[in-house]
Each structure stands twice: as structure tokens, then as C-alpha cells.
């Protein structure tokens, strides 16, 4: 069973660069059918999505982030990676990680709490 | 794109059934059999219950079963068990345009 595992810091201030790393183990990056995806969660909210990847580099975002959001991936390092400019308080979230298998989401991280504050 | 309506909450005794719909429209409940559903403990990561409106993963109790009738999809847990108490997600793939939208969330309530 794949298992994936977020990483970064949990304060970012306003106006800077959100950065996470998500690690996945027990299973390759590389693997057809699969994309990589980055979703968050409000504080006491829904789930929103934010992007996704494949192994060999073509990203496709949520129009609703303007374009603030980029994904990246190492292969080798079996990891993807998401990076949110010009941060405020809403973006303020969870954010997990996630394997997606077209068109729906089969494993996740256990997610990580960034707070936008200054 | 509007997040997919779900009902706040639902409840039920144990042994019981509950289903909780999830609305949309035909850009993306009506118009492709992709809706999952995903339910989450407090303080947890979201776990795949159903895929493609009625598939389950492996694991998943037979008492989890989904369904589609038009813009609405439908999960329905039955037997309902003290550890069912969790908040419930649909998610509807709706193209290349918007990908996946999400719904609003129910939280299933267990008496």
C-alpha cells in the first residue's frame, strides 16, 4: 500500500511562498496511471483541490487559484512538491497529498496545518 | 464551479440506514459515472469508501453502497456502527475544465 507524507513549515507569513514536499514510500512515482495531487481543507471546512501531476512533469491546476499554485516532482526522490505565492489569511489550511487514479483520490497523507500570519 | 450540495448531517440508531445525497449538475454529477466518496474522522486524512458511484476498494465494509440517478448521487451506510460517525464527502471528476469538484460535506451523526 502506497503511503505518502507531507513536509514543510507551518507558518508562512503574508505575501511569501507556501513550500511542501510530499514523500511517497512503498511505491513508485513512476507508476502509469497515477497522478500526484495537492488538496486542502479550510479550518472546519470542505475539501478544495488544488492540482495534480504526473511523473513526467505535465501539471493541471484549480482556475480558482489564479495561477498562484505550481507542482513540481523528483523522481528521484519519489516526490512532489507544491508551491503557493503571495499567500493571505485564506489560505490559511490543511493541506494533504494525495495519489490520484483519474478520477477519483485512493490514498492520502495525513495532511499538514500551514497558517498564514505574520 | 459550485461545490457539489450535500446534505449538513444525518443521523442514525445503530443497525440502521442512513444515505446521504450529493447534488450537482450535468457538467459533472450527471455527466460522468466518477463520483467517490470519501469519509474522514475528526482530525484525520480523508479515506476512499466508494469510486466510480458503486465500486469499493478492497476493505471497505459491504455495507457502504453508492448509487447515481441523474444530477444525484447517493451513498447509503447500512447497519449503521458507532465507528460510521464521521463527516462524508462526494467528489464528481467533471472534465478537463474543472477536474474534480467537491461537495459540501455531511457530518453522520450516530444515536
Known amino acids: 500500500q502506497v503511503q505518502l507524507q507531507e513536509s514543510g513549515p507551518g507558518l508562512v507569513q503574508p505575501s511569501q511562498t507556501l513550500s511542501l514536499i510530499c514523500t511517497v514510500s512503498s511505491g513508485s512515482i513512476i507508476s502509469g496511471g497515477h497522478y500526484w495531487s495537492w488538496i486542502r481543507q479550510h479550518p472546519g471546512k470542505g475539501l478544495e483541490w488544488i492540482g495534480y501531476i504526473y511523473y513526467s512533469g505535465i501539471s493541471y491546476y484549480n482556475s480558482s487559484l489564479k495561477s498562484r499554485a505550481t507542482i513540481s516532482v523528483d523522481t528521484s526522490k519519489n516526490q512532489f512538491s507544491l508551491k503557493l505565492s503571495s499567500v493571505t489569511a485564506a489560505d490559511t489550511a490543511v493541506y494533504y497529498c494525495?495519489?490520484?487514479?483519474?478520477?477519483?483520490?485512493?490514498?492520502w497523507g495525513q495532511g499538514t496545518l500551514v497558517t498564514v500570519s505574520s | 464551479q459550485s461545490a457539489l450540495t450535500q446534505p449538513p448531517s444525518a443521523s442514525g440508531s445503530p443497525g440502521q440506514s442512513v444515505t446521504i445525497s450529493c447534488t450537482g449538475t450535468s457538467s459533472d454529477v450527471g455527466g460522468y459515472n466518477y463520483v467517490s466518496w470519501y469519509q474522514q474522522h475528526s482530525d484525520k486524512a480523508p479515506k476512499l469508501m466508494i469510486y466510480?458511484?458503486?465500486k469499493r476498494p478492497s476493505g471497505v465494509p459491504d455495507r457502504f453502497s453508492g448509487s447515481k440517478s441523474g444530477n444525484t448521487a447517493s451513498l447509503t451506510v447500512s447497519g449503521l456502527q458507532a465507528e460510521d460517525e464521521a463527516d462524508y464527502y462526494c467528489v464528481s471528476y467533471a472534465g478537463t475544465n474543472n477536474f474534480y469538484v467537491f461537495g459540501t460535506g455531511t457530518t453522520v451523526t450516530v444515536l
Open positions: 466510480e458511484v458503486d
Open positions: 494525495a495519489r490520484v487514479v483519474v478520477t477519483y483520490f485512493d490514498s
